[in-house]
Nanobody
């Protein structure tokens, strides 16, 4: 079992930055693919960014390429999401998730085995 706890959400103005953290316990996070998903009110949960457990390859949704960066600190068993140039449309609850599977470039909610409870990011215009 992997327990995931997100932190770092909050209110920020458009153009600002936030860094989300996903701290894991129970297992070594580098053994799993770890991703961030987000869900805006009334919308489905969408993939944002993922990092492979095996080789650290990263994958980004087109909507966040060039603005968001995922990284992993193995010593802290934590994955980070650096979000820059935030836009109002980035407003959502952000969820950290981990998978035992090797997903390649296609990440879907149904393939994730462990989820955190989420952290709210609100971007004001």
């Amino acid at each position: 079992q992997v327990q995931l706890v997100e932190s770092g959400g909050g209110l920020v103005e458009a153009g600002g930055s936030l860094r989300l953290s996903c701290a894991a316990s129970g297992r070594t996070l580098s053994m799993y693919g770890t991703g961030w998903f987000r869900q805006a009110p009334g919308k489905e949960r969408d993939f944002v960014v993922g990092i492979s457990g095996s080789d650290g390859s990263t994958y980004y949704a087109d909507s966040v390429k060039g603005r968001f960066t995922i990284s992993r600190d193995n010593a802290k068993n934590t994955v980070y999401l650096q979000m820059n140039s935030l836009k109002p449309e980035d407003t959502a609850v952000y969820y950290c998730a981990a998978t035992r599977s090797s997903l390649g470039s296609m990440w879907y909610s149904r393939d994730m085995h462990y989820w955190g409870k989420g952290t709210l990011v609100t971007v004001s215009s």
